[in-house]
């Protein structure tokens, strides 16, 4: 696997702790050197407080996880790291379960389009042709409602019934002007495009690198190809803005279980190429005996 370095993670960034204080967690940063590195923290019912530490430049050290501990009396302490070479703090082990996706794509924006299009599988160029040529549009937009309705409805079709319209939006407002959101509608049908989007992306930007967050689609965009298209102007947006990387952010990885459900949406995004990223296993320590037993 080819890894495109990235100075800080999305998890790492201002705008990231934004979002999760809207959500409820709070933010805490500790020190290595002169990198600051966010917590976050949150009360869990029936199980305490934890503490989330996601792909962290640098791992703290043990005085450090120990007034953690200390200020916020934690039920356990979660550290997701973005490299191997990152040390094992003592007392963690292997947690059964993650936070974020583990294993992604990314591909490499320093190149150009007309290669990054080439590497792609001929199925999914030719979806896309086929998409342009059954004359859809994309247009960026800033209609998050319509969005997280297209959202929502496709996530009931598929039997997801738990709405996300509070991470959807916490995720638009507090990235503001670095959120990019793609609707895509038949030019036929541009009247009905304000509100009743055939399909969408929603975007996220970090210094570095482009994270494809949420997708949604219609069975009409899906025979229309629309999720591939859009994708594919998704790629070049994120050129267009100086990205370097183009992340999309979770694939199928036979670890974690959880995951299994994703084996469907992985086969398409392996459709455009890329490079395929593995992060190391999440890491745990348990304060509350009761988290150990339920490894959770």
């Known amino acids: ?20 204080e809207i959500l409820g967690w709070k933010t805490e940063k500790y020190e290595v050197g002169s990198i600051k590195n966010r917590v976050f923290i949150r009360n869990i019912p029936l199980i305490g407080k934890i503490a ?45 379960t993650c936070f974020l996706p583990p294993k992604t794509i990314h591909i490499n ?7 990054i299009f080439n590497q792609m599988k001929s199925k999914t160029r030719y979806n896309i042709r086929l998409s342009q040529k059954r004359r859809m549009s994309i247009q960026e937009s800033s209609n998050i409602d319509a969005f997280i309705k297209l959202w929502h409805e496709g996530a009931k079709k ?16 507090a990235f503001e002007k670095k959120a990019h959101l793609l609707l895509a509608n038949n030019t036929t049908l541009l009247h009905r495009s304000v509100v009743n989007p055939l399909a969408g992306i929603l975007l996220i930007k970090s210094p570095t690198t482009t994270y494809y967050m949420y997708a949604a689609s219609t069975k009409e965009g899906n025979r229309l190809f629309a999720p591939t298209l859009l994708t594919w102007e998704a790629i070049k947006l994120a050129k267009k803005i100086g990205c370097k990387i183009f992340d999309f952010e979770g694939i199928y990885d036979k670890r974690y279980p959880q995951t299994k459900s994703w084996k469907g949406f ?14 190391p296993k999440t890491l745990v320590r348990y304060y509350n005996p009761l988290l150990r037993i339920l490894s959770l």
Request: charged share 30%; aromatic share 10%; with cysteine.
């Open 109 to 115: 924006l320093e190149q150009s389009e007309e290669k």
């Open 52 to 96: 989330k530490i996601q792909r962290p430049q640098c791992v703290p050290n043990k005085k450090q996880l120990e007034k953690l501990q200390q200020n916020y009396s934690l039920a356990a302490i979660y550290i997701e790291p973005q490299e191997e070479e990152q040390k094992n703090p003592s007392a963690f082990s292997i947690a059964k």
């Open 158 to 173: 598929r039997g997801n019934f738990f709405s996300q319209k509070k991470e959807i939006q916490a995720l638009w407002d």
């Open 1 to 20: 696997m080819i890894r495109i370095m990235i100075s800080k993670d999305i998890r790492q960034t201002h705008e990231y702790a934004r979002y999760m």
């Open 266 to 279: 992985t086969r398409f995004k392996e459709g455009f190429g890329g490079n395929t990223i593995e992060y």
